[in-house]
């Protein structure tokens, strides 16, 4: 990233960045700094979306939350890096292809030469001992020939095999770079180019895409009474889920902790609203219990926000229309569904038992 802030600009955000970071407690390394000040300066909308978010939660940002903040939005300086290395040497070997070609081109003329000049001399009536010179010439230059052939053919597969795998490797690791490590589902990065990429399609057709935002309810709550263990577990519960809901192009997400994102394509709200009320009560249906000891964890639910892009319109205002929702659908008891009109207003979607969410979640509350 470059930055152009002036000398008084990068004191006054290093100042605040410093100042939040103690607020914190966050340790005030070079990492952590390069955080706190591209959330001071706004350099980074999406960073700040998501501390904000975090802040708006009450969630505690401290050294573990800046490692996940930076993995999320600064690793993809690491990926250009890797993938422009692959890029690389895969017009290396595909260098060594084409000039193996231009060799083998330059052997072909040169024995092509050699049967006409064969061809040539024994027309003119060689005989005898020039004969027989001229069938072994003509002999060991077509065993030459086909040597250079083999070696070209080994030489050939061996680059042939050398990009395949490169490109099966930069094809992985893109995959990777797009991918939760834990849930398996579409990691805040895909989100944001899959979200873009859509939002481009709706302008350029006209096609209909809608934006679901959805919550775990009482998932801080659930993490301190059973441990961060059976935590992981949920999510990834959820994340299976709500891809087993969803067909075709709509993107599931993990947007960030336990937040979770759908982007629906070709989508209008009705239909967007019904989805997302379809996960919820798929969702409020699985029971959690130890398969060892029988132990009840209760269930789960989640509240969703609904939204649907107004073509043109800023993605962050989509996001923050669908946030609007979800959180009305949070401060409205939880497990349901809230959808958002273009000029923001909230509608009720759909709303389920209020008290179904988490380990005896009325005790909760």
Same mark, same amino acid.
């Given at each position: 990233m470059h930055y152009r802030d002036t @000398? !008084? &600009?990068a004191v006054s955000f290093a100042r605040q960045a410093l100042g939040l970071m103690k607020s914190y407690r966050v340790i005030a390394n070079p990492r952590n700094y390069m955080i706190w000040y591209d959330y001071c300066s706004?350099? !980074?909308? $999406?960073l700040k979306r998501a501390i904000d978010t975090l802040i708006d939660k009450g969630t505690v940002i401290n050294s573990a939350a800046c490692d996940e903040i930076y993995s999320e939005f600064y690793n993809a300086d690491q990926e250009g890096a890797i993938i422009r290395e692959t890029s690389t040497r895969i017009q290396e070997n595909l260098g060594q292809v084409l000039e193996m070609i231009s060799d083998a081109n330059d052997g072909v003329v040169? =024995? +092509?030469?050699?049967? &006409? %000049?064969? %061809?040539g001399k024994v027309e003119a009536g060689a005989a005898g001992e020039d004969l027989r010179s001229l069938v072994e010439d003509m002999l060991r230059d077509t065993r030459d020939m086909e040597e250079q052939n083999k070696v070209l053919r080994n030489q050939l597969d061996s680059s042939a095999k050398e990009i395949d795998t490169l490109k099966t490797d930069l094809d992985d690791f893109r995959r990777q770079a797009m991918t939760d490590v834990l849930t398996g589902v579409a990691n805040r990065s895909c989100f944001d180019t899959k979200l &873009? @990429?859509?939002? @481009? @399609?709706? +302008?350029e057709t006209g096609i209909e895409l809608s934006l679901v935002m959805a919550d775990i309810d009482f998932f801080k709550k659930f993490n301190d009474t059973w441990g961060h263990q *059976? $935590?992981? &577990? /949920? *999510?990834?519960? /959820?994340?299976?889920t709500m891809t087993d809901c969803v067909k075709g192009q709509d993107v599931v997400a993990r947007y960030g902790g336990e937040e979770f994102a759908i982007i629906l394509p !070709?989508? $209008? *709200?009705?239909?967007?609203?019904?989805v997302a009320n379809n996960v919820r009560k798929t969702i409020s249906t699985k029971n959690l219990k130890n398969k060892k000891t029988g132990e009840d964890f209760g269930k789960i639910t989640m509240s969703f926000g609904v939204s649907t892009y107004d073509p043109g319109e800023d993605l962050e205002n989509l996001i923050g229309r669908a946030d609007k929702a979800l959180y009305g659908a949070k401060k409205g008891g939880r497990n349901r569904v809230l959808s958002s009109d273009r000029e923001g207003g909230l %509608?009720? +979607? =759909?709303? +389920?038992?209020?008290d179904a969410s988490g380990p005896s979640p009325a005790s909760l509350q």
């Open positions: @000398e !008084n &600009q706004g350099h !980074n909308p $999406g040169k =024995y +092509g030469d050699a049967l &006409q %000049s064969f %061809s &873009q @990429e859509w939002a @481009e @399609e709706a +302008g *059976l $935590g992981d &577990q /949920v *999510l990834k519960l /959820v994340a299976a !070709n989508t $209008g *709200l009705k239909d967007a609203v019904t %509608s009720m +979607g =759909y709303l +389920g038992d209020t």
